[in-house]
Structure formats: structure tokens, C-alpha cells
């Protein structure tokens, strides 16, 4: 498939956004990457994870403390995904560039390739939102069926029920045979990734090994294999869970849109900043813990339509996306809480489940 093109933007919605988001961060003389707000936060959140290994893996603390430490530090890998790296990826973490880096770099120690994810999610997600076919985070077939033009199976009538134990499989499943599978057949979905460098190969390689002695090979020398087992498992399956469940609330439930692209070249009839709007949805956005904890991903409306900005001012800039999509009559879609959007993603799931005709 040749990559979809969108319609001309419309200069009086587009360019109006975009003017007042400029205005508010000239008239508050703010720079619109991250601030103090999001390097505290990051602070505490590295200090976590050194303290939690260091406790597990030198101090060796076991049972149900070690246990809990274990499920604590998966929600802390995820906060570490969801504020530092994802800033760092977009070039919003910092001003300084070489801070951007190693922001994203985050990511690598924490096993799965930045390389890969930049590919995946800051240059096809962003670009191609929920388009099918395209769009790889809505693509996890044969065992999910997210939209229409994906094949339908029997089994997918119970996806929302056994969806659960394959989100919690999502971070070691990325780390140890999606990144992979990326590396050697040199695409995500149909588009190929950009030609990876010499520095980009030994990095790759490199980072990988640094996690296998990190968190396998180290931890079990110290604790023995079935401690190891128990707490390495307990970790990645946690981190699994919360990072699909933040994730598929931005975009597959029941009020976002998704997309197929028709024609030759494949063209979408919509212009790509109302695509956005359409195909993504908040929740929780005025829940202080989840915000903090999210690190802006609950304002996805906000982080797909200004990604180079910090999230650090997306409950600042909503307002002003709300105004001006009021304005021009652009559904803003968006949950009060999260429970709501968890509700709205399972019977999206069911109603994908329920199909037309069964292929066996």
C-alpha cells in the first residue's frame, strides 16, 4: 500500500488553532517544551527505579514486600515510558536536544528499541492515525479484530474477555519479537522504516544485551531462578497492562473514528488535522493522579494535534482546542473518567467481536 494522502487543510480551522496555541505560549513567554514540573517528576521517577532494583537485586528483598516492590516496579517502568520518553521521542522533553536523546534513550534501557518506536509511532501513528491497513498500533491480527476491514473469526466474540492476559504480554512480547520482527523484515505494517546506520545496528544490538544482563542475567545470578521468575515476570506483566490499557484509550473506543483509505493513490477525505480530532479521544483529564501518572496521554487530542509540545501544557492549551473546535463544529471526543473509557474500549472490542459472516 503507498502511503494515504489527506485533503487540503482548511487555512480558517488549521490556521487558527495553530495561531492561538502560538499566542498563548508568546503572550505567557514560555517555552513549549518541558519545565521543572516534568524534570521533578522525572527525577523521582529514575530514583524509583534505581531504589526498587537496588532493593530487589542487591538487597534481596523477597515475599509479599518483594513481590509488591516487583508490581511497583512495573507501574514505575510505565511512568518512565509515558513522561520521559515519549517527551524525549517528540523533542519536547527539553530545548537542548542532546536532553531529547537521552530522553528517548530511556526507552532502550528499558529494553525495547527507540529506533523502532520512533519509526512506529512518531512517523506512521502520528501521520496516519487509525487509518486501517496502515496505522500498525491498530493492527493485531489475527487475535484482535479493531476495525471493519480486519478479517473476522469466531473467537474474536470473546476478544474482550481474553484481551486481558494478551495486554499484559505486550511489553515482553515488544521487547523480545516486535522490535525483532521490525529489525529483520524492515517494515512496520507495509511501510518501510529508514535505512538504520551503522551506529543505529550497534546501538540496537548493544542496548539489547544491556537488558538481558540488567534484568535477566544479573537479577538471577544474585536472587536464584525462581525468585527471578516470579519478580521479572510479575514486573513485565504489570508494565504490560497499564501501558495497553493508557494506550488503546486514545484511540479505539466507541466515539473515535477509524479510517480506510481508498482509491489510487489511497486517499483520505478529511483534512489531517480534523483526522486527528476524529480519531482520538481523552479520558481522566482533570484527575491530578492520572495526569501526573500518564504524563499527558490521557490529552491525546492535545499530544496528536501539537506532539513537539511538552505535556506538561496540554491542560492549558485543551481549553483553547475546545474553543476553537466548538467554534468551527469539530467533535472533541473525551471521557470524564477512566473507567468510562475502559467501558467505551470494551464494547468497542465487542462490537468488532460481533461480525457479519465467520470464516470457520
Not at 115 to 130: G, L, P
Not at 207 to 222: A, H, R, S
Request: with cysteine; hydrophobic share 45%; glycine share 6%.
Amino acid at each position: 500500500m503507498s502511503k494515504p494522502k489527506f485533503v487540503q487543510p482548511s487555512l480558517t480551522f488549521t490556521q487558527e488553532l495553530k495561531a492561538r496555541i502560538n499566542e498563548y505560549f508568546e503572550k505567557n513567554n514560555i517555552a513549549k517544551t518541558g519545565n521543572w514540573n516534568l524534570y521533578s517528576k522525572a527525577i523521582i521517577l529514575i530514583v524509583a527505579v534505581i531504589a526498587i532494583y537496588a532493593a530487589l537485586v542487591f538487597f534481596k528483598v523477597g515475599g509479599i514486600a518483594g513481590w509488591s516492590l516487583c508490581v511497583l516496579l512495573g507501574f514505575v517502568a510505565a511512568g518512565i515510558g509515558f513522561n520521559i520518553m515519549h517527551d524525549g521521542g517528540h523533542g519536547s522533553f527539553s530545548e537542548n536536544k542532546v536532553m531529547n536523546k537521552l530522553a528517548s534513550y530511556s526507552l532502550d534501557v528499558l529494553g525495547a528499541s527507540s529506533f523502532m518506536w520512533n519509526m512506529k509511532h512518531n512517523v506512521i501513528h502520528h501521520t496516519y492515525t487509525n487509518i486501517e491497513g496502515v496505522d500498525d498500533d491498530i493492527s493485531a491480527e489475527p487475535f484482535i479484530r479493531m476495525c471493519k476491514s480486519q478479517p473476522y473469526y469466531k473467537m474474536h466474540r470473546y476478544q474482550h474477555i481474553y484481551i486481558w492476559p494478551l495486554y499484559s504480554i505486550l511489553y515482553l512480547f515488544w521487547v523480545f519479537v516486535l522490535d525483532f520482527k521490525k529489525y529483520f523484515s524492515n517494515k512496520i505494517g507495509p511501510i518501510e522504516i529508514s535505512p538504520m546506520s551503522t551506529k543505529d545496528h550497534l546501538f540496537f544490538w548493544g542496548t539489547k544485551l544491556v537488558y538481558l544482563f540488567t534484568f535477566i542475567g544479573f537479577p538471577m545470578y544474585q536472587v536464584g531462578t525462581i525468585a527471578w521468575v516470579i519478580g521479572f515476570f510479575t514486573f513485565v506483566l504489570t508494565t504490560g497492562v497499564v501501558i495497553s490499557i493508557v494506550f488503546q484509550l486514545a484511540h479505539t473506543v466507541e466515539e473515535t473514528e477509524m479510517v480506510l483509505a481508498e482509491g489510487t493513490p489511497p486517499k483520505v477525505e478529511d483534512e489531517w488535522t480534523k483526522h486527528q480530532i476524529k480519531t482520538t479521544a481523552n479520558f481522566a483529564t482533570h484527575n491530578k493522579i492520572i495526569n501526573w501518572f500518564t504524563g499527558g496521554l490521557n490529552f491525546q487530542v492535545e499530544h496528536h494535534l501539537f506532539p513537539r509540545i511538552s505535556h506538561i501544557h496540554y491542560p492549558a492549551i485543551s481549553k483553547i482546542i475546545k474553543e476553537v473546535c466548538v467554534k468551527y463544529d469539530v467533535k472533541y471526543n473525551e471521557y470524564k473518567y477512566m473507567y468510562k473509557a475502559i467501558g467505551s474500549h470494551i464494547r468497542h472490542l465487542k462490537s468488532m467481536g460481533s461480525g457479519l459472516v465467520p470464516k470457520f
